[in-house]
């Protein structure tokens, strides 16, 4: 018993008490404490077969020989690729010359309405349509880092549209059954606190 409630004490330093980093939600409600976690041990399941199975059985797989097969076969694959990158390169200038998708005769966003377009919006990047009213693209780094920040977005995008509707396959069809699996349910309830 007293071990319990020693090791509740090293979890849980507040006992009870109000939490100083709170203090803007304390103004507001000054009853407020610390709750226990509410979570059921299907959710805790679910936290760490989602998440931490999936990165042990890549550590795993990378301490195999599977990982020397593969990295051998990645290394021959990038030196095919490399030998035929100049190849592939002039593939890609000639389709954007081909392109009406491409270059200075492009598409742009206002059609065929007058506007004084962008100067360093060439057309030479993809989805280029002269679009760039705040100025975010004049500097060359500028452009080139929001590029990249534009890429790195579509993926987490993309990642999240499985997110959204794998949860709701996996409930509907048995496979796990998740409290709430419709992801704009979950956050309406986590905004009305009642999770």
């Given at each position: 018993m007293v071990m319990a409630a020693m090791t509740h004490n090293l979890f849980n330093p507040f006992k009870g008490r109000r939490i100083p980093a709170l203090n803007s939600t304390l103004k507001h409600n000054p009853t407020a404490r610390i709750h226990p976690c509410k979570a059921s041990w299907q959710e805790v399941a679910g936290v760490f077969i989602f998440s931490a199975i999936p990165f042990t059985?890549?550590?795993?797989?990378?301490?195999?020989?599977l990982a020397a097969r593969l990295q051998e076969r990645m290394l021959r694959t990038k030196s095919l690729a490399t030998k035929e990158a100049p190849e592939r390169e002039a593939a890609t200038?000639?389709?954007r010359k081909e392109s009406v998708w491409y270059g200075k005769d492009r598409p742009r966003w206002l059609g065929m309405i007058p506007y004084d377009y962008p100067k360093y919006l060439d057309g030479e990047a993809p989805g280029d349509y002269g679009?760039?009213?705040a100025g975010l693209g004049k500097e060359p780094m500028?452009?080139?880092k929001n590029f990249n920040y534009e890429v790195l977005h579509a993926r987490w995008a993309m990642l999240a549209a499985l997110g959204v509707g794998?949860?709701?396959l996996l409930d509907r069809?048995?496979?796990v059954d998740f409290i709430e699996p419709v992801w704009w349910r979950v956050g309406y309830a986590k905004l009305k606190a009642s999770i």
């Open positions: 059985a890549v550590k795993a797989i990378a301490n195999s020989p200038q000639r389709a679009f760039d009213i500028d452009f080139n794998i949860p709701e069809f048995g496979v």
